[in-house]
């Protein structure tokens, strides 16, 4: 088995629900068990800031999945849950996305569809943030650093708030 740690984030439909459907997707498959779910965060856009706020999570999980299949498990569920991909659209808005953050300790490298860990999770907030919540201590392969000292060192990290607060807009 293998612990994988995934982000979750959706700006599009019922956000919050879209978020708790694709967890269920997740755990409903015979090859993953849910380990930790964070709690959800209302987030400041990424890349692309003039789009709806996100809803974001961050799932630790076992599986015995190979991370390629793990990947197209994820595309399915967001193909169910309405995620449309378009070509030339970084950032574009969603009612789904599921990135698979880290895959053990292993550098994965399967051209631009697969690289693992996630080339920018160390730069996001909104990637940090619930990773607090599910494994501060988690090491980062390439950086060597803890999920807590990569947040320590944005430099700018964007809005990321606890679902449910009341936002300063």
């Not at 987030?43 to 709806?52: A, F, M």
């Not at 659209?89 to 009612?95: F, N, S, T, V």
């Not at 920018?120 to 501060?136: D, N, T, W, Y």
């Not at 392969?141 to 947040?151: A, Q, W």
């Amino acid at each position: 088995m293998s612990r994988v740690f995934l982000s979750l984030g959706s700006n599009l439909g019922d956000r919050l629900s879209n978020i708790q459907q694709a967890v269920s997707s997740l755990g409903m498959s015979e090859h993953i068990k849910i380990i930790k779910t964070s709690s959800f965060y209302e987030t400041q856009p990424w890349g692309n800031k003039d789009q709806e706020w996100f809803i974001n999570a961050a799932v630790a999980l076992d599986t015995d999945l190979t991370c390629e299949a793990l990947l197209e498990l994820c595309q399915n569920i967001e193909i169910q849950l309405g995620r449309i991909r378009r070509e030339n659209e970084k950032w574009a808005q969603r009612a789904i996305d599921i990135d698979i953050l880290m895959y053990d300790d292993k550098l994965i490298s399967k051209g631009s569809e697969l690289i693992v860990p996630h080339p920018l999770m160390h730069l996001r907030a909104f990637v940090l943030v619930p990773m607090l919540e599910v494994k501060s201590d988690l090491v980062h392969p390439v950086f060597n650093k803890t999920i807590s000292e990569l947040y320590d060192e944005l430099a700018d990290p964007e809005d990321v708030f606890l679902y449910g607060t009341v936002l300063p807009r």
